[in-house]
């Protein structure tokens, strides 16, 4: 009994501690402080105004996590990645999870519906135009024509508008399902409110954009960071300034317009298609790329005029693969990576002040994904509370107000102790339709059943997999035997 008893009192310790912090408390955020982020114009500025406001908070969440220094530069093994983010024993990996919709499985489910519906429409449309006997006879011939070939022009103005039907259809998905639009919300929520723990501000965010930016962080060229650090160094950093840009002036104006120190050298550097690499320098050559930043986002147009270092390399990556985590956390699959890890890609390959190679670029994106996970985790009530204000359209300085005052940062509660199960199971209830016509997605909680015990710890089973050429030496199997089956007799025209 008295084990018993032991036991009964620490699980009740372990409950109350997790929602120690559901406590009420004061506020000690004044909103009134917060509404000049909506006129500030760098993420300096911003950084300033969220100090002050969140100094005197005794739980404030702005600036709270630090990544630490190198983490990423070691590579981390496939197990610790799955202990780190509670996959052991599960069917995908974190990788796999993240960044199945580089495949556009989805995206090829959604446009395959769009034609199904849009031949439909077409088909029934050009039979009720013919049974109309009303009217001239040419006008229904041009519009059963016109509703006939619909089908075409949907799939002509997918070729040559990609990106504006995938946001149509995206829009389309977001209006008839809930649970698409709640996705979407808590992708973008991550994105912010990771941003927000590593001390980064936000600019602004809209949620009606489509397959664009939703979140919009400030420009990564900030001109304010040298103003700043010469005003902390004591010097006119403004006059300095204006001499220095009279003299850029003069230099400018004698030389050709579209010559190397002209100005029209950047614009011929990221727009002309017959630029050559005439430098040998490797650095010069990686920045002649198509894939080369744009100026507000090339840290090596303002001071101190040299890429990021790799502590903020690491941060950018946290932000960036936060929106797939948050998705992950909620729905057990993620839709959204595709455009975070290209821009991310392109970020350290281009803004790094060292040459990152290729699996450097995949130990920072490892790391993150675990540190992501993580931190999500301990403030999935925070990132509910964010998203719930994003929803209504609360402005961004009502949004930190949200994320600061939240009275219960991790979500648990005596009632509810898995707070992240329980709200993936009411998700995945909730989305039963967009499932059945969209297909399952490689999910969170499937459990690895493909191990077969055994001495020296067993095995994976052999399953079939169509890999390289496979599908075609298949179908030309298949046709060898139908024509052998055909020329036996087994298929007659008479």
């Avoid at 990423?72 to 995908?92: E, F, H, P, W």
């Avoid at 946290?318 to 290209?342: H, I, P, R, W």
């Amino acid at each position: 009994m008295r084990g018993v008893a032991i036991i009964w009192l620490l699980s009740s310790y372990y409950l109350i501690s997790l929602t120690s912090y559901e406590l009420p408390t004061k506020p000690s955020i004044s909103l009134a402080s917060l509404q000049r982020l909506n006129q500030v114009t760098s993420a300096t500025q911003a950084q300033q105004i969220l100090q002050q406001a969140t100094q005197d908070s005794p739980n404030r969440l702005f600036a709270s996590i630090q990544i630490p220094a190198g983490a990423s530069s070691r590579g981390i093994s496939d197990g610790d990645l799955a202990i780190q983010t509670r996959l052991v024993n599960k069917q995908y990996s974190i990788e796999e999870l993240c960044f199945d919709a580089v495949s556009g499985h989805r995206d090829a489910n959604r446009a395959s519906w769009a034609v199904v519906c849009i031949m439909t429409a077409s088909v029934s449309s050009t039979i009720l135009v013919q049974s109309i006997t009303v009217g001239p006879e040419i006008l229904r011939f041009v519009v059963a024509w016109c509703t006939c070939f619909a089908p075409l022009f949907f799939a002509g103005y997918g070729i040559a508008r990609t990106e504006q039907l995938q946001a149509v259809l995206a829009n389309v998905q977001r209006q008839l399902f809930p649970s698409y639009r709640k996705r979407l919300l808590q992708h973008e929520a991550g994105h912010f409110l990771m941003g927000h723990l590593l001390g980064w501000p936000i600019q602004n965010y809209q949620l009606e954009a489509g397959l664009q930016q939703a979140v919009l962080f400030y420009p990564l060229a900030d001109e304010f960071v040298g103003v700043t650090r010469a005003q902390q160094l004591g010097f006119d950093s403004n006059r300095k300034q204006r001499d220095e840009t009279s003299l850029e002036e003069q230099r400018e104006a004698s030389a050709p317009f579209y010559s190397p120190q002209g100005r029209g050298r950047r614009e011929l550097f990221e727009q002309s298609v017959f630029r050559k690499s005439t430098n040998k320098d490797d650095k010069d050559q990686k920045r002649q790329e198509f894939s080369r930043l744009p100026k507000l986002q090339d840290p090596t147009t303002v001071w101190p005029y040299k890429g990021f270092s790799d502590a903020v390399l690491d941060q950018i990556t946290v932000v960036s693969v936060a929106g797939v985590c948050a998705e992950l956390l909620l729905t057990g699959s993620a839709e959204g990576g595709v455009a975070d890890l290209q821009q991310l890609t392109v970020i350290l390959k281009e803004a790094s002040a060292e040459t990152l190679t290729e699996r450097d670029v995949r130990n920072k994106i490892r790391y993150a994904l675990g540190f992501t996970m993580s931190q999500l985790r301990r403030h999935l009530g925070v990132l509910d509370a964010l998203a719930e204000a994003m929803d209504e359209g609360k402005s961004v300085a009502d949004c930190v107000y949200v994320m600061e005052t939240c009275s219960n940062v991790n979500g648990q509660t005596l009632t509810v102790p898995d707070y992240e199960l329980q709200r993936r199971r009411a998700y995945r209830e909730a989305n039963w339709l967009e499932r059945a016509l969209l297909g399952e997605n490689k999910h969170l909680d499937v459990d690895e059943n493909r191990f077969v015990q055994g001495k020296g710890g067993g095995s994976r089973k052999q399953t079939v997999r169509l890999t390289g050429d496979d599908p075609l030496y298949l179908a030309l199997a298949i046709s060898f035997c139908f024509f052998v089956w055909a020329s036996n007799g087994g298929l007659s025209l008479h």
